[in-house]
């Protein structure tokens, strides 16, 4: 049985996915707006994992017999910069989700909850690899400059 305490974290933690999910598929129309096809599909993706994570850790309630709530998702900016500009975003995004996760992590610890502790710590591996893969990202962009960013977008394609 999971705590009251950890259950309402884990769901605010829901509903910050779904935010983070609505956030990059706004990116994702941006760029396909201006052009960016490949960065455009690599949110797209974005948009699918951030889902998925909601729904893991929705199923993670329910089997531990809590119950799984979304809450009021609010709205994500639509306008955006250069894409150098939208991946920074995306990096400093993604370093508060860890800062989230990491205290999803102090909750679960001091429920001595050591089920949703390992179950939690695969989410904190996950944003160290999204973090990194997103600051790669930035430096490829800051190197190629102008007249490679069409370069990164074709390879942003590929994933």
Excluded at 123 to 143: N, Y
């Amino acid at each position: 049985m999971i705590s009251e305490k950890l259950q309402n974290a884990m769901n605010e933690q829901i509903t910050m996915e779904m935010w983070s999910a609505n956030l990059y598929l706004s990116m994702s129309f941006y760029f396909d707006k201006e052009g960016y096809s490949g960065f455009a599909h690599w949110m797209r993706k974005q948009y699918f994992e951030e889902v998925q994570h909601a729904c893991s850790m929705a199923d993670f309630l329910i089997k531990r017999g809590g119950t799984a709530k979304l809450d009021k998702i609010d709205v994500v900016p639509t306008g955006w910069g250069t894409p150098l500009e939208v991946f920074e975003h995306v990096y400093k995004h993604e370093c508060h989700i860890s800062e989230l996760v990491d205290k999803l992590v102090d909750v679960a610890a001091a429920e001595k909850d050591k089920a949703a502790q390992d179950f939690l710590w695969g989410f904190v591996r996950e944003q160290v690899e999204e973090e990194a893969t997103v600051q790669g990202i930035v430096d490829k962009i800051k190197k190629a400059g102008d007249a490679g960013i069409f370069f990164v977008d074709s390879q942003l394609a590929q994933r």
